[in-house]
C-alpha cells in the first residue's frame, strides 16, 4: 500500500542564521485569533475592552510556563532537576498540555482578583473557546515539526513522516487536531444558543472531559514522551489525564453556581 509521505520541513523560512518555524508561526497565530475571539465575547456581553490585554498576556505566561514546568517535572525530573538551567530553553521544545492548563487555572484566578467585574467562572468558561483554538493550532504545529508520533501502523491513513524514518504511523497529532476543531465548533454552538443559562463552569467541564479523554484513549496509538514504566498499562500522560477528566465532570455537573453570569 502507498502511504500518504510527509516530509515538509518544520523551517518556514530562514535568513541566515534566522529562521522561523511552522510551530512557532501556528502557535502564535493561535493565541492572536483567540484574542479576537475573546475579544468577540467581551463586546458581546457587553464587556469592558480595557482588561482584555491583561488576561491575554497571564493566559500567554501560564500556557508557556506552565507547560514548560510541566514538561521538565512529569517527564523528565532527574535530567531537568539535576540541570535547572535547561528548564529555561523553552525555544528547544517541549510544553506538557497538563502543565500549561494548571498554568492557565491559575493565571485566571490572578486575573479575576484583579478586575471585580469579572467573575472566575465566567471568564474560565469563555476562555475555552481560544484553549480549543490554540490547542488545534498547537496539535498542527506538531505535524509541521513531525514529532508526538504514533506507533506504526497498517491503516489506509497512516502516515510516513520521512524525516523521522520510512514506517507508516498513526498521525496521533492529526487525531488531536481534528478532536479540538470539533471541540471548538461544538463550544460554540452550546455558547451561541445557551450563553449566560449555562451552569457555571458547564462549558470547562465540557473542554477538559473532551481534551483530556480524547487525550487518554490517543495515548494508546501514541510513542511514549518519556521514560516512565506503565503502571497498569497507562503512561505517564493519561495518568495525568485522569485528574482532569474527573475535574471536568466536577465543573459540568457539581459546581454549586448556577449561572456563568453570577458573581462569586
Same mark, same amino acid.
Not at 492572536?32 to 498576556?57: C, N, P, Q
Not at 468558561?125 to 493550532?137: H, K, Y
Not at 523521522?164 to 455558547?191: G, M, S, T
Not at 465540557?206 to 503512561?235: A, C, D, H
Given at each position: 500500500?502507498? +502511504?500518504?509521505?510527509?516530509?515538509?520541513?518544520?523551517?518556514?523560512?530562514?535568513?541566515?542564521?534566522?529562521?522561523?518555524?511552522?510551530?512557532?508561526?501556528?502557535? $502564535?497565530?493561535? /493565541?492572536?485569533?483567540?484574542?479576537?475571539?475573546?475579544?468577540?465575547?467581551?463586546?458581546?456581553?457587553?464587556?469592558?475592552?480595557?482588561?482584555?490585554?491583561?488576561?491575554?498576556?497571564?493566559?500567554?505566561?501560564?500556557?508557556?510556563?506552565?507547560?514548560?514546568?510541566?514538561?521538565?517535572?512529569? +517527564?523528565?525530573?532527574?535530567?531537568?532537576?539535576?540541570?535547572?538551567?535547561?528548564?529555561?530553553?523553552?525555544?528547544?521544545?517541549?510544553?506538557?498540555?497538563?502543565?500549561?492548563?494548571?498554568?492557565?487555572?491559575?493565571?485566571?484566578?490572578?486575573?479575576?482578583?484583579?478586575?471585580?467585574?469579572?467573575? %472566575?467562572?465566567?471568564?474560565?468558561?469563555?476562555?475555552?473557546?481560544?484553549? $480549543?483554538?490554540?490547542?488545534?493550532?498547537?496539535?498542527?504545529?506538531?505535524?509541521?515539526?513531525?514529532?508526538?508520533?504514533?506507533?506504526?501502523?497498517?491503516?489506509?491513513? $497512516?502516515?510516513?513522516?520521512?524525516?523521522?524514518?520510512?514506517?507508516?504511523?498513526?498521525? $496521533?497529532?492529526?487525531?488531536?487536531?481534528?478532536?479540538?476543531?470539533?471541540?471548538?465548533?461544538?463550544?460554540?454552538?452550546?455558547?451561541?444558543?445557551?450563553?449566560?443559562?449555562?451552569?457555571?463552569?458547564?462549558?470547562?467541564?465540557?473542554?477538559?472531559?473532551?481534551?483530556?479523554?480524547?487525550?487518554?484513549?490517543?495515548? /494508546?496509538?501514541?510513542?511514549?514522551?518519556?521514560?516512565?514504566?506503565?503502571?497498569?498499562?497507562?503512561?505517564?500522560?493519561?495518568?495525568?489525564?485522569?485528574?482532569?477528566?474527573?475535574?471536568?465532570?466536577? %465543573?459540568? +455537573?457539581?459546581?454549586?453556581?448556577?449561572?456563568?453570569?453570577?458573581?462569586?
Amino acid at each position: 500500500m502507498n +502511504y500518504f509521505n510527509w516530509d515538509t520541513s518544520p523551517i518556514l523560512f530562514s535568513l541566515g542564521n534566522f529562521s522561523i518555524g511552522w510551530y512557532g508561526v501556528l502557535f $502564535a497565530s493561535g /493565541f492572536y485569533l483567540g484574542f479576537h475571539l475573546m475579544r468577540w465575547v467581551y463586546t458581546r456581553e457587553g464587556k469592558s475592552l480595557a482588561s482584555l490585554d491583561t488576561i491575554f498576556i497571564y493566559m500567554v505566561l501560564g500556557a508557556v510556563l506552565g507547560g514548560r514546568l510541566g514538561h521538565c517535572l512529569f +517527564y523528565d525530573p532527574v535530567y531537568y532537576l539535576s540541570n535547572p538551567l535547561e528548564i529555561m530553553k523553552i525555544w528547544e521544545g517541549g510544553l506538557a498540555s497538563h502543565g500549561g492548563t494548571v498554568g492557565m487555572l491559575i493565571a485566571v484566578y490572578v486575573y479575576v482578583r484583579q478586575t471585580p467585574d469579572i467573575s %472566575f467562572y465566567w471568564i474560565l468558561d469563555r476562555i475555552t473557546l481560544p484553549v $480549543a483554538l490554540g490547542s488545534f493550532f498547537i496539535r498542527c504545529g506538531n505535524f509541521f515539526n513531525s514529532e508526538i508520533l504514533g506507533i506504526p501502523t497498517t491503516v489506509p491513513w $497512516a502516515i510516513v513522516f520521512s524525516r523521522i524514518d520510512n514506517l507508516p504511523r498513526h498521525p $496521533a497529532q492529526l487525531y488531536e487536531a481534528i478532536v479540538y476543531l470539533f471541540l471548538l465548533i461544538l463550544l460554540l454552538l452550546i455558547y451561541k444558543k445557551q450563553g449566560a443559562k449555562l451552569r457555571s463552569g458547564y462549558m470547562m467541564g465540557t473542554l477538559m472531559i473532551v481534551i483530556f479523554g480524547s487525550r487518554f484513549f490517543i495515548e /494508546f496509538v501514541k510513542i511514549p514522551q518519556e521514560s516512565f514504566n506503565p503502571i497498569l498499562g497507562l503512561n505517564m500522560g493519561q495518568w495525568l489525564s485522569l485528574p482532569f477528566v474527573m475535574m471536568g465532570i466536577y %465543573f459540568m +455537573y457539581f459546581n454549586q453556581e448556577k449561572r456563568s453570569d453570577k458573581k462569586e
